[in-house]
């Protein structure tokens, strides 16, 4: 079975500041999704930015960013120009490709911006 | 994307009783699931909803205690019984709009047992 770790519970960053969210995951499958959400206090789930295991091209979303390294099996994220409403639990996530579409979480990391 | 809407959006709820939590798509999905959030903790499946058929459940849930409804692909029922303060957590719907899409989530049902 796949795993998720996140092995940051917390951390901050001022304001504008880039900030680096740390994830590791264990497979032994050559096809994959691995995604990051945003869950803020209204508890809404958000997709942050997803990552395809076949691209070796690092994938962005205008202040998003992620450092994909398939041998390592790691999926970090880097928020650039932190702002206020980042502010918020960020979960990494696994999904197998093809056949069910669910997801696997690691436990999460919160970030707190600071002013 | 799909617009999911999940009700009730939270409750609070006597020991021993039972409550059904609605997830409403606003188009046809192949896949629905729902998730559990216990306090300040990650999110863990409970199962997968099958549409005409009997749900999918993962290891540590039993439909007797999480029974699960799909009466067609833009809507299911979770219900949760016969509930204990242990059962405290936030209910989330989930959907699946192909293999190349990410899950979308319903704004979650955040259930108190007293």
């Known amino acids: 079975a796949q795993t998720v770790t996140q092995s940051q519970p917390e951390m901050s960053v001022q304001e504008a500041e880039t900030v680096t969210l740390s994830c590791t995951y264990d497979t032994s499958e050559s096809d994959y999704y691995l995604f990051w959400y945003k869950q803020p206090p209204s508890r809404q789930m958000i997709l942050v930015i997803r990552?395809?295991?076949?691209?070796?091209q690092n994938a962005t979303e205008n202040r998003f960013s992620v450092n994909f390294q398939k041998a390592a099996k790691s999926f970090s994220l880097k928020i650039s120009d932190s702002q206020l409403g980042d502010a918020a639990m960020y979960f990494c996530?696994?999904?197998?490709?093809?056949?069910?579409?669910?997801?696997?979480f690691g436990k999460g990391t919160k970030l707190t911006v600071n002013p | 994307s799909a617009v999911i809407s999940q009700k009730p959006s939270r409750d609070i709820c006597q020991r021993g009783t039972s409550l059904t939590i609605q997830c409403q798509v606003d188009?046809?999905?192949?896949?629905m699931f729902w998730y559990r959030q216990q306090p300040g903790q990650s999110l863990t499946l409970i199962a997968t909803?099958?549409?005409?058929?009997?749900?999918?459940?993962e290891s540590g849930f039993v439909i007797d205690k999480f029974p699960i409804s799909r009466p067609n692909l833009t809507f299911s029922t979770l219900t949760v019984s016969n509930m204990s303060p242990e059962d405290s957590s936030i209910y989330l719907c989930?959907?699946?709009?192909?293999?190349?899409?990410?899950?979308?989530f319903g704004n979650g049902t955040r259930l108190t047992v007293t």
């Open positions: 188009s046809q999905v192949t896949m």
């Open positions: 909803a099958n549409q005409g058929s009997e749900a999918t459940y």
């Open positions: 990552q395809e295991a076949y691209k070796q």
């Open positions: 989930s959907v699946g709009t192909g293999p190349n899409s990410p899950l979308h």
């Open positions: 996530a696994y999904r197998s490709e093809g056949g069910s579409e669910k997801l696997v």
